[in-house]
């Protein structure tokens, strides 16, 4: 497994402005995601954070409100920009190790846009 | 496509009760199969996973039996307890392709 930590924990925001998650893995790994979880609901994949590259994003995500870096092999982020409050939402990290086929996810960020 | 179907909640059962939640799937490929549990306020954790036809997933007492002939992977405990109280997704993976979740079950113990 990994031991993975996400900065801040919870965070309340006002609308327009931007927050940038970190998500910290004790151990580097391949595969590096970012997930959304609204209130009630399931998780829907925002993109896949690629080392040394851009990021992958799903329908329905643009770069421009979910800009993500990935820097090394165990740390990445996730900027949620110009805030509204359908924003608020949990936001987990997500990661795979090589040939494990298996994601293991971080605590997650509770984000509420007032 | 991938998807995922799972038993609708909420469920609420007595302390010691015999609990299934039901999950079955629709893959393009050979899926592996996941159990996760999310308890209140936290994140999510593997609770158990299997990987090809006829495996059992089990941990904390929990089970699921990938069956390909009827495409389900339902999981099941013997005696529940309050501790288990939590929201469980079922979900799945093709290759190193993104993980696909049902809409989860909120499961609740009395004591």
């Known amino acids: 497994s990994a031991v993975i930590s996400q900065k801040p924990s919870r965070d309340i925001c006002q609308r327009g402005t931007s927050l940038t998650i970190q998500c910290q893995v004790d151990s580097q790994v391949t595969m590096m995601f970012w997930y959304r979880q609204q209130p009630g609901q399931s998780l829907t994949l925002i993109a896949t954070a690629n080392q040394g590259s851009e990021a992958t994003y799903e329908s329905g995500f643009v770069i421009d409100k979910f800009p993500i870096s990935r820097p090394n092999l165990t740390f990445s982020t996730l900027t949620v920009s110009n805030m509204s409050p359908e924003d608020s939402s949990i936001y987990l990290c997500?990661?795979?190790?090589?040939?494990?086929?298996?994601?293991?996810f971080g605590p997650g960020t509770r984000l509420l846009v007032l | 496509g991938n998807s995922v179907t799972q038993m609708e909640g909420p469920v609420t059962l007595s302390e010691e009760a015999f609990l299934t939640i039901n999950c079955t799937y629709t893959a393009t490929g050979y899926p592996s199969l996941f159990w996760y549990v999310q308890y209140p306020g936290e994140g999510l954790q593997l609770l158990l996973k299997a990987t090809k036809a006829d495996d059992k997933g089990s941990n904390k007492g929990f089970e699921a039996t990938y069956r390909k002939e009827t495409t389900s992977f339902h999981l099941e405990k013997g005696s529940v307890q309050v501790s288990d109280s939590a929201v469980y997704f079922c979900?799945?993976?093709?290759?190193?392709?993104?993980?696909?979740f049902g809409t989860g079950t909120r499961l609740t113990i009395i004591p």
């Open positions: 997500s990661v795979e190790k090589a040939r494990q086929e298996t994601q293991y």
């Open positions: 979900a799945l993976s093709v290759g190193n392709e993104k993980l696909t």
